[in-house]
């Protein structure tokens, strides 16, 4: 093996090292939480950080019927009817560039 596939493989292994430790020790708070206990006669020191929270829970809307519009009020005027205007034009032709 190379130099640098040797760091690489070290690199993972203390990166697993390191997350295992950590959820290890996340798991040992959550089992216990912040009761007070011993391993061997040592107090514990891990415990959790957060105290529970109550889920709030937003109110319900009250949501009101919204009054429809009467159809026979509204006229629409279909596209193909609409004005049209050509007033613009192009600008003139350009002609061929001089050398």
């Known amino acids: 093996m190379t130099k640098h596939s040797l760091i690489k493989t070290a690199l993972v292994l203390f ?11 996340q798991a040992h ?14 107090a514990c020191d891990v415990t959790l950080v957060a105290a529970e929270q109550t889920v709030l829970m937003p109110p319900t809307p009250n949501v009101e019927p919204v009054e429809q ?6 006229h629409v005027r279909a ?20 050398l």
Do not use: K
């Open 79 to 98: 596209n193909s009817n609409l004005p049209r205007n050509f007033d613009g034009r192009a600008p003139p032709p350009r002609g061929p560039p001089t």
């Open 29 to 42: 708070a959550v089992a216990n939480g912040s009761i007070d206990h011993t391993h061997d006669g040592i």
């Open 15 to 25: 990166a697993a090292l390191f997350l295992s430790v950590q959820g290890l020790a």
């Open 69 to 74: 519009a009467d159809a026979l009020l509204w």
